[in-house]
């Protein structure tokens, strides 16, 4: 029979906690784990599998657990860098959802949920529409297989309960900065065609006010939302995948950089 000592599951019990409480942290965050198709339970279970698998790779270069912070700030601490890599990738893919918005405030496919704002309401079928192609775009670009891959590797370089020191206030400002020149990008020739628009149809309102040129614009304003939407599904691809490069930098500037 093998002597198994006190301290050594003591070790390998916490350790195993650790990482799994991590990873767990990235799927509550990371819009392509955090969807509702994927239920919680689900997730836990791939993060306490996934971090089983990870003990022998993490355990050979562990500091002793006595020199460790103490554990409730240890927990604290992987959770907030699990936490914080899956919601960098949700603040790059806000780029996204300002042309969303845009697009269904125009065209008025958001009406109800602009006079009701409830947070169970759907945000409008642009929306819906972009976040469905969003998630499946970035699934065939494997970006969840590159984010898991980056937090398995984290493990090598970010020792246990060190926060990331590129993670800062600047950098997160400037990710903030970039995700937002991207969604106005994005949304500048929508703004410009409806200007347009609502420009020409201020014209027809004074030239004729007999027409009720309100219930005609509005049915014309859904048609040009989807015309905008096919002259960018094309290069939508690359746009997701340059709204995704600046996260992924930050990332691996925090997770795969000694400190």
């Known amino acids: 029979m093998l002597p198994i000592s006190p301290d050594w599951m003591t070790q390998t019990v916490t350790v195993w906690m650790l990482i799994s409480v991590r990873l767990l942290g990235c799927f509550l965050a990371m819009p392509l784990f955090a969807f509702r198709a994927a ?53 790059g893919l806000t780029a996204v959802d300002m042309l969303a918005d845009v697009l269904s405030q125009q065209s008025g496919l958001s009406f109800a949920a602009t006079l009701q704002h409830d947070p169970n309401l759907a945000s409008g079928l642009v929306g819906e529409l972009l ?96 015309l905008v939407l096919t002259l960018l599904l094309p290069s939508f691809g690359d746009l997701v995948q340059r709204a995704l490069e600046s996260p992924f930098e930050l990332i691996r500037a925090g997770l795969l950089v000694k400190p």
């Open 39 to 91: 239920p919680l339970r689900l997730r836990v279970l791939l993060a306490l599998v996934l971090a089983f698998s990870l003990l022998p790779l993490v355990q050979k270069n562990l500091p002793n657990l006595a020199d460790f912070p103490p554990g409730y700030s240890l927990v604290f601490i992987e959770l907030a860098i699990g936490l914080a890599s899956g919601w960098i990738i949700r603040v």
């Open 131 to 226: 976040g469905m192609l969003t998630l499946a775009l970035a699934f065939s670009l494997n970006v969840h297989l590159v984010m898991l891959e980056v937090l398995i590797q984290s493990f090598l370089v970010l020792p246990l309960g060190t926060w990331p020191e590129a993670w800062h206030f600047g950098s997160v400002l400037v990710l903030f900065q970039e995700a937002f020149a991207l969604g106005l990008i994005l949304a500048l020739p929508a703004i410009v065609i409806y200007f347009l628009f609502n420009m020409t149809q201020a014209v027809l309102a004074r030239v004729s006010p007999q027409m009720n040129l309100f219930s005609v614009g509005f049915a014309i304003m859904i048609p040009v939302a989807f």
